[in-house]
């Protein structure tokens, strides 16, 4: 199995920038994909972006390009979020989700486990 954590989530005034980390354990020598998911209250989850555990292929919502990077480090079993810009509609519950059926894919149901969320807010 695979267990994720995420860490990095605080409240940030607009404009601001933040990186959020995940720690994968486990059986990480299977994973292909992973990525960041967020909720926000009373809205579903939406996909921000993907990236290939093995290559250097990476994916965003439309919402975060440009502005979102993510990026992994194998050595650590990291990956990260960093988030520059942040704005208001950025506020939502952050989920670091992982695939061991997927190179890259922004679909829920392809990601086998999950984080348990780290809180970013955005202050306007």
């Known amino acids: 199995q695979v267990q994720l954590v995420e860490s990095g989530g605080r409240l940030v005034q607009a404009g601001g920038s933040l990186r959020l980390s995940c720690a994968a354990s486990?059986?990480?020598?299977?994973?292909?994909?992973l990525g960041w998911f967020r909720q926000a209250p009373g809205k579903e989850r939406e996909f921000v972006a993907t990236i290939s555990w093995s290559y250097s292929t990476t994916y965003y919502a439309d919402s975060v390009k440009g502005r979102f990077t993510i990026s992994r480090d194998n050595a650590k079993n990291t990956v990260y979020l960093q988030m520059n810009s942040l704005k208001p509609e950025d506020t939502a519950l952050y989920y670091c989700?992982?695939?061991?059926?997927?190179?890259?894919?922004?679909?829920?149901?392809?990601?086998?486990?999950w984080g348990q969320g780290t809180q970013v807010t955005v202050s306007s």
């Open positions: 486990g059986r990480t020598f299977s994973l292909m994909a």
């Open positions: 989700a992982a695939s061991n059926r997927a190179i890259v894919t922004m679909t829920p149901d392809w990601y086998d486990f």
